[in-house]
C-alpha cells in the first residue's frame, strides 16, 4: 500500500496583524468592562468606581502587553492550524478560548469564597469573543507559504 505524507502549507502570520489583534483586545477590553459591565466589576470586586477611576495609568501598559501576549498566542496557534483566511483564525480562538482561556478565568469562580458567578459568566464571554475575533483577525491577515 502507498502512503501518503500530507503536507500542510505553512503560514505566515504578519506582526501587523499581531498589533492589530493587540489593539482590538485593549479596546475590546475596555468597552466591555470599563462600559458594558462596569457594575459587574465594582460589585464583584469590591472596589467604589472611584477607586477605579483613580487607577494609575501605568496599570494600563500591562493591559496592553498582555493583550500583546495573548494575540502573539493567538498567532502560533494560527499558524499551527496551517488553515488560511478568518475561518481558521476563528478555529484557532475558539481552540485557545477553551483550552487555556475558559479553566483560567474558571479559577477565581472555583477557589475564591465568594464565588461569583455574575463575574465568571463577564469573563467568559468575554474571552470566548474577543479571543475569537482577534484569532479571525490574524487569521484573515495570515499568507500561506510553501
Do not use: C, D
Request: charged letters at 10%; a positive charge; aromatic letters at 14%.
Amino acid at each position: 500500500m502507498e502512503e501518503r505524507l500530507t503536507i500542510r502549507p505553512i503560514l505566515t502570520v504578519r506582526p501587523i496583524s499581531i498589533l492589530f489583534a493587540t489593539l482590538f483586545l485593549g479596546a475590546f477590553g475596555t468597552v466591555w468592562y470599563g462600559v458594558l459591565f462596569t457594575g459587574i466589576q465594582v460589585e464583584s470586586h469590591r472596589y467604589t468606581a472611584e477607586e477605579y477611576a483613580s487607577s494609575h495609568p501605568a496599570w494600563y501598559m500591562g493591559g496592553f502587553l498582555i493583550s500583546l501576549l495573548i494575540a502573539w498566542g493567538l498567532g502560533l496557534l494560527v499558524r499551527l492550524g496551517g488553515v488560511p483566511g478568518w475561518k481558521g483564525g476563528v478555529a484557532a480562538g475558539l481552540r485557545a478560548a477553551v483550552g487555556f482561556g475558559i479553566p483560567l478565568v474558571s479559577f477565581p469562580l472555583v477557589f475564591s469564597p465568594l464565588h461569583e458567578l455574575p463575574l465568571y459568566a463577564v469573563g467568559f464571554f468575554q474571552i470566548v469573543i474577543a479571543w475569537t475575533i482577534a484569532g479571525a483577525i490574524l487569521g484573515s491577515m495570515s499568507k500561506q507559504s510553501n
